[in-house]
């Protein structure tokens, strides 16, 4: 069974850039999860996608970052402009269903904003 | 503001003694209690997931929770160099799961 696929793997921008994360989860999987990771510090979760629905994007700092997951599979993440506080890795994570169920995360992207 | 307390570390054990790492959560009503393991530069996976008051073994893991005291252990037994990795203890309340910042955990030869 392939994993959780995300792409890029690295990207490095200048601030007020924007950037786009993509991520594919495991197939058949309804509920998707982006997560940002600073240095040192335990995932925080951005937002959560119970099929192509939002179940909770209550710490995505909506006034640059957006997310979206046409058609219940895949999704991207986008930031516009960057800051310098958003160096991070970007983990996607997807589980089969409720939130409670194994969450599989994978590889992540590291974000560096100069 | 919910939370998961985890200390930082480095938890330093010598090879085939007990780690045991601790968590505490401010969530009354957590109902699901989850254990990550995160080697550096890696993703999170899971190691063991705990329901129900009491301890849960899975080989030579054993997660231990107390609801009234909210609290969630894990400890695991024989260290092996290959369990230094950071472990990151997620709390699972009202459908949202909370991550802490992790234990880093140094298994010495």
């Known amino acids: 069974e392939a994993g959780v696929a995300q792409s890029p793997r690295y990207k490095i921008i200048e601030k007020r850039q924007s950037v786009a994360f993509w991520c594919n989860p495991i197939s058949g999987h309804a509920t998707l999860y982006w997560y940002q990771q600073i240095l040192g510090q335990g995932p925080k979760l951005l937002i959560q996608?119970?099929?192509?629905?939002?179940?909770?994007d209550s710490q995505l700092p909506k006034d640059r970052f957006s997310a979206e997951r046409l058609k219940g599979v895949d999704s991207t993440l986008k930031i516009q402009p960057a800051k310098l506080e958003d160096s991070a890795v970007y983990l996607c994570?997807?589980?089969?269903?409720?939130?409670?169920?194994?969450?599989?995360f994978g590889p992540g992207t590291r974000l560096t904003v100069l | 503001q919910k939370e998961v307390e985890q200390n930082s570390g480095p938890l330093s054990v010598p090879e085939g003694a007990i780690a045991s790492l601790n968590c505490t959560y401010s969530d009354r009503v957590s109902q699901s209690f989850f254990w990550y393991r995160q080697y550096s530069g890696k993703s999170p996976e899971l190691i063991m997931s705990i329901y129900s008051n009491g301890d849960k073994e899975d080989g030579r893991f054993t997660a231990q929770l107390n609801k009234a005291s909210q609290y969630v252990s894990l400890l695991i037994r024989d260290s092996q160099p290959s369990d230094s990795a950071t472990y990151l203890c997620a709390v699972e309340g009202d459908d949202k799961i909370i991550f802490g910042k992790g234990t880093r955990l140094h298994i010495l030869p």
């Open positions: 996608f119970q099929n192509n629905g939002v179940v909770d």
């Open positions: 994570a997807s589980s089969q269903d409720v939130v409670t169920d194994t969450q599989y």
